[in-house]
Every structure is written in C-alpha cells, then in structure tokens.
C-alpha cells in the first residue's frame, strides 16, 4: 500500500468518525510499512525502549526493516503471538506502590501501530474535558480550563475510582470499541493484547481484566473507556444546568431601592427650592452605597440557576455544582451508580466526597478553591466613572503546602515546616557542576508545573528558600568551608552559579531563580510541546537510512543494518563526530552494520575501525 493512499485513508477515517459511522478495513491499513514507520518513530525516543520485557534480548536496539518486516508477516497472517508483560513496582507518593507492566520492544511496536489507528477513530470525537494522553493536552491544560471558566462553583465534587486500570472489564471494552469499529480482525489483535497476561517473580499470570500501565496501547484504551462517562456527564449537564442568569439578591435590590428612594427626595426638594436636607440625604445615599458593595449584587443560591462543570485528566475527575448540597449529592450518587453498573468500576469512599467549593478540593497536585475579598475598583463604561467590585467566588489554584513537605522530604532537602535546608551528604562525591545541575533540574521541574497557582511564587518560595540552603550546606560540606564562603564564590556580579569548561569556551551555569519562571501562558495548551523536531527530523528519518544501507560507523554501503541505540554518549566512543553528534540528536540513536554493531556491544568497535583502515592504507 502506498503512503499516500495510506495518508488519505487516514484522513477519511477522521471524517467518518465525526459523522458517526463505524469503521471497517482497519485492519488492512497494518499491511503499511509506512504505518509501522510512524510506529517506531513514537516509542524509540522514549526512555523505556531499552527496558526489557519478559524476554531480556527483545529491546529496540538493533531494529531493522528486516524486523519490522517479519512483524508485519505474522500479525497479518495472525501468527503473532504476545508475551506476557513484565510486571515491576514503582513506588507513590502515598508510600504505596503502582504495578506497571512493561511489554517486550516487538509487543510495544505492535502497539504503538494499533494505537495510531485508534486515535484516528476516537480522538475526532472524544470530549473536549477530556486531558489525559491527548496530544496537545495535558494537566496544564486541564488545569487552565477550570481556573478560566468554574468561577461561581459552590461545591466541589470529588470521586476516586479504585485500582482504575487494573479493573477496566475486557468485554465492555470490546464491546464499546464494536461500536466504532466494525473490524473484528484488528477487534481479536486488541482481544489478544489484553489477554497476554503478566510475569512476576517469573511466575506466569493470566489476566482477565484490566489494561497494565506500562503499555503503549493502555492510555488510549482507558480513555475509551471512561469516554463513556464523559458521554454521561455531558448528558447529565444538559438536564441540570438552568436559567440564564441569577437573580438579584435581597439585600442588594433593598439597597438600590433605599438609594433610589432618596435621589427622588433630592429631586424633589430641589424643585421646590427647599435644599435644606439634601446635604443629610446625600450622605444616606453614601452609605446605603457602601451596604450595597458590601453586600452580594446576586443571590448565590438562587434555587432557578444552576450549573454543572466536569473534567478529566485519565482517572482522575472532578465536577463542579453551582446549585445545593442535595444537587451535589445527587449528582454523587448518579455517577456512583453508572460507574458500579456501567463500567463495573468501584468509588473509594475516602478519598471520594463533597468540598465546600470555599475550603478546596484536590485535583492534579493543586487545591482547587473559590475566594474574593470584596476588592472594587474604578472604571470607565461609557464616560461614566463605576465602582466595580471583584466577585467572591473566583476559581484558584494553589500549592497545598503537605506537597512541598513531601517533596523536600523525599529529596532529603529538609524540613518545611521548621524552614531548616539539609545538606544532601550523598551527593557530595559528584563535581559541583553536577551537583548545580541536578539541583537546578529539582527546582526548576516543580516551579514549570506550581507556576499555574495564584499565589505560586509565594507558595513555592518557602521550599525555594530551603532548596537553597541545602544547596550551600551540600557544597559547603563537601569543600568543608561555611555557606558564606560558598556564597562568596558563587557569586557573579547579581547572580550565583558556576564556571565550567565548556567544548570550546568557559561557561557560566546559573543557580535556578524562581524570577526567571516564565509566566504561564493564556493560551490552552500550556504546556504544549514545540513540533519544531518535525522540521529537522522527520518521521522516517531512521527508516531512509535503514533502506540506503550504508554504516555509519564503517562506511559501508549495500549492507544489512540496524538501528544501534544508546543507553549513554560516552558508548558513542571510536565513532566519527559526526555520527556522534547525530546520535545526540536523535536521542542516542546511530544506524550500524551488523558487523559494526556486534563488534560495539563487546567493545571493539575501535579496533574494528582501525583495522580496516590499517587494511585500506595497506591496499
């Protein structure tokens, strides 16, 4: 199949799908090799491609066209089989640990071309609240959604599903992709991959439901599942939400009638020349004003106005209730029950209820929370100077503050609470440029994702403040001096940081600031990722050079070859500078013969290079 009719037939399969359609003919698209290009492009970059499995040697390095070739073959003729994940535990934050299950490199590949096909059919049509393994989406973006548009929420709904990827039910989930897909060969592919089982402590285990983390495939199966809840919350927003707009409150409707009752005395004394009270009666005016700011212009609670917001990012979900405590317990009580009947998943009862919108809810790391202190302001709207007061149930983020702990306690950076920086004993051996770095990387990753806070910069500086310090004691111990001649040294006019040599110059590595944050963006996608890469490094890249079969270590031209991929740059030893720069461009990745690339995994690749050259120069 040529790349275009395959481009083209991608295309029609977004079209289709936004009109509603079932997609047939999925299946043959896997017959591509322009698909599988696509395919390897996506998961070789990652640092997992040189995990392995449950079989050791299956690992991306050394792909080959020969390989993907062979791949191809088999699940076209239905001869491929999967291996059952490896399963590993990583540690959260809880202290609890998460199960991932980890496929071999051929497995990750057969899914990573199923999953393109998948996004074709179901991103057109998932929902707009959706974030979670979306490209172009992300916890910024889901964020920025909610601090622009839930202002006004009186209760903040929060419910956590158990052991969400793990009990994701095979059959419904077959059955919902049945109802966009109308291939039951691709169907039976997914089916095989599901049940493929795992191995732990080299025990085999079958698997009967759920989807493991870990797999490429699995975030975009479990979006299409839960995409059946956003299919519910949206229905459920349409029989909730109503009136236009709310009414006016009491409080604020008897003060403008009390002001409006004495300009009329004013007018009318004033007509009859008798200005004797005006002064008094201005001054009512004055202060009915003042009741009338202070006082909330709608009512909060007006029983014919009610909304309902909702978003998503993976499992964790959250929904928003302008409405009564029993709107929000029957909101509660209806999702509960279509995701125990619907989707046979199970609500935690303590970590799932109802928040004051006021006192905060948890969401992606940050407190959602409603606040306003009354604050007014003056301002033109047409020619006319008004008074303008800030509402007092604007959406905010903040930093809870038992995060920050967590983290300087899981770094060894010090105690938050008591404002004591620790020097970090373990990391002392290391060079200061290494130390500065790895500090710098700490820092600067929380304050990219805390920077959507309202207040973030003050929240976040209290660990700023103890990142510092343990810093300075980590280098003051190491060169067994005190923090104030380390500060001494660092410093560079109106900045602190290191002088290091560079390749061909000295370079100065500053120490992180937080000034030097960038503010967040208004746009959507916060932090979406540039596609500058695409320009210079295209796609098929890799896959051109595998099909000119020339070495780029040797030299040697009409050749089989295969990618070698790098676990670190100092292996890039005994290769041209050329080649090493290109495999740190393309992270770590260099196409070898299979000589080349035998002889560079036992540590001879010099020799091997020198020989032939010795033989050339003899020749």
């Known amino acids: 199949m040529q790349p275009h009719t395959v ?83 990583i540690p959260k934050a809880n202290g609890k640990k998460r199960p991932l299950g980890i496929p071999t490199a051929d497995d990750k590949l057969v899914q990573a071309a199923v999953k393109i096909l998948l996004e074709h059919v179901y991103e057109p049509i998932f929902s707009e609240q959706s974030h979670g393994f979306r490209r172009g989406r992300s916890c910024h973006t889901a964020l920025t959604e909610i601090r622009r548009t ?56 079958k698997t009967f439901s759920g989807a493991p983390q870990g ?69 009512e005016i004055k202060e009915w004003e003042r009741r009338r700011l202070e006082a909330p212009s709608l009512d ?111 770094n060894r950076l010090g105690n938050l609470y008591t404002d004591r920086g620790e020097a970090r004993c373990e990391v002392i051996n290391n060079s200061d440029v290494a130390i500065l770095t790895g500090y710098n990387a700490m820092m600067r990753g929380l304050a990219e994702y805390y920077k959507l806070g309202t207040l973030w910069k003050q929240q976040v500086g209290r660990l700023y403040h103890l990142w510092w310090w343990s810093f300075m004691k980590t280098l ?24 290091y040599e560079g390749r061909h110059k000295r370079l100065f590595m500053q120490m992180f600031r937080l000034t030097g944050v960038e503010p967040a963006s208004a746009s959507r996608h916060v932090d979406h990722q540039t596609q500058m890469h695409t320009h210079f490094n295209s796609r098929t890249d890799f896959v051109d050079r595998l099909r000119a079969r020339v070495c780029q270590a040797c030299g040697a031209k009409d050749v089989p070859v295969e990618i070698h991929h790098v676990r670190k740059m100092s292996d890039m030893q005994g290769t041209t500078l050329w080649t090493h720069v290109k495999a740190a461009r393309t992270r770590k990745r260099v196409v070898l013969c299979h000589d080349c690339h035998v002889a560079h995994h036992v540590g001879r690749l010099q020799a091997r290079l020198d020989r032939m050259n010795a033989n050339v120069g003899a020749g």
């Open 150 to 205: 839930w202002h006004g929420m009186k209760w903040l709904v929060e419910v956590d599903i158990v052991g969400y990827y793990d009990n994701i039910d095979h059959d419904i989930l077959l059955g919902l992709l049945r109802k966009r897909i109308d291939d039951d060969r691709l169907l039976q592919l997914i089916q095989r991959m599901l049940k493929a089982g795992y191995l732990e402590d080299w025990k085999f285990h």
């Open 7 to 89: 481009e083209k037939r991608l295309g029609s399969i977004i079209d289709l799908s936004r009109q509603g359609k079932r997609i047939n003919g999925l299946f043959r698209l896997l017959s591509a090799p322009t698909l599988w290009e696509r395919a390897y492009e996506q998961i070789a970059p990652n640092k997992g491609a040189l995990t392995p499995g449950a079989d050791p040697e299956n690992t991306l390095d050394g792909f080959s066209l020969e390989r993907m070739e062979g791949i191809i073959a088999r699940v076209m003729d239905g001869s491929y089989r999967f291996s059952p994940a490896r399963r590993q535990y």
């Open 215 to 283: 797999g490429v495939i699995s975030p975009i199966l479990a979006n299409v599942y839960l995409h059946e809840l956003d299919l519910f919350m949206a229905k459920m927003k349409e029989g909730f939400d109503k009136g236009q707009k709310r009414r006016r409150s009491a409080a604020y409707l008897e003060a403008s009638k009390r002001i409006q009752i004495r300009r009329r005395m004013i007018d009318r004394r004033r007509a009859n020349g008798n200005e004797e009270e005006i002064p008094r009666l201005l001054d």
């Open 476 to 499: 003051s111990r190491k060169h067994k001096c005190s923090v104030k001649t380390t500060a001494e040294r660092l410093r560079n006019g109106d900045r602190l940081g290191l002088w």
């Open 300 to 410: 909060p609670f007006d029983p014919n106005y009610r909304r309902l917001r909702y978003c998503r990012y993976a499992d964790d979900f959250v929904i928003g209730v302008i409405g009564s405590k029993e709107d929000a317990r029957s909101i509660m009580d209806e999702v509960k029950a279509f995701l125990a009947q619907t989707l046979k998943l199970e609500v935690s009862a303590e970590k799932s209820g109802i928040r004051k919108a006021d006192e905060g809810a948890m969401f992606l790391g940050y407190q959602l929370k409603t606040y306003g202190d009354g604050r007014t302001w003056r301002r033109v709207i047409g020619g006319r100077a008004v008074t303008v007061r800030i509402a007092d149930d604007r959406m905010q983020l903040h930093v809870p503050m038992e995060k920050l702990a967590r983290f300087a306690e899981r």
